[in-house]
């Protein structure tokens, strides 16, 4: 049984998620671990241009005040973390489970997996690796692309011969960090990342 890790409490909790809630107690954490008034926190933002006064700052870590999208960007430039460390909650170990919405928690290295754009959040096990590839290849820019979408296009390729051998046909084994299948005779038809489950 995996430990659940509550959303921080809010004044108010009505229309607050737990995302807002991790949010605002994220960003009271990292202020606090910098040593950084909010006096401090606040001139820092003004810098960047994104001007939040210290009494918001204040409701923010109280849970007064929601954060959109431009104070979360700015907040993460001004705390120097990434947004995504404002938007889900520390935990003891990955096993914890993290609320993403009243409805949906996952164990803590599922939810940051998800959220670093590495896999989606609920992959079934019919072509775990096509699913993950493709969540990986829409999580990313354009420019960005081109390797991924090159190991999607293969993995469609080997999925086919796959289909036409027959699931049962092939053996899986693990090579380093790779599950490799074969044919029984020795015909590679898969190749991908080992994850931890």
């Known amino acids: 049984m995996t430990a659940k890790t509550p959303p921080p409490e809010s004044p108010k909790p009505s229309g607050w998620g737990p995302i807002s809630r991790y949010v605002a107690a994220n960003v009271l954490r990292f202020r606090t671990d910098r040593g950084l008034?909010?006096?401090r926190l606040s001139a820092a933002l003004k810098e960047i241009g994104h001007s939040i006064p210290?009494?918001?700052i204040t409701r923010i870590e109280k849970g007064e005040r929601r954060v959109d999208s431009d104070d979360l960007v700015a907040l993460a430039l001004a705390l120097n973390v990434?947004?995504?460390?404002?938007?889900?909650p520390p935990t003891e170990d990955s096993e914890t489970s993290v609320q993403l919405t009243e409805q949906v928690g996952l164990p803590a290295r599922k939810a940051w997996a998800w959220i670093d754009g590495e896999e989606p959040h609920a992959p079934t096990e019919r072509d775990r690796y096509g699913q993950v590839l493709r969540f990986?290849?829409?999580?990313?820019?354009?420019?960005d692309r081109n390797p991924l979408r090159q190991?999607?296009?293969?993995l469609l390729a080997q999925s086919s011969r796959r289909s036409s051998i027959g699931e049962a046909s092939?053996?899986?084994?693990?090579?380093d960090d790779e599950w490799v299948a074969r044919t029984p005779?020795?015909?590679?038809?898969?190749r991908g990342p080992v994850r931890d489950e």
């Open 37 to 39: 008034s909010t006096t």
């Open 54 to 56: 210290a009494t918001g």
């Open 82 to 88: 990434s947004p995504t460390a404002l938007l889900l």
């Open 136 to 143: 990986r290849l829409d999580s990313r820019p354009e420019w």
């Open 151 to 154: 190991q999607y296009n293969e």
């Open 170 to 175: 092939y053996e899986w084994t693990k090579e």
């Open 185 to 190: 005779n020795g015909l590679e038809v898969f």
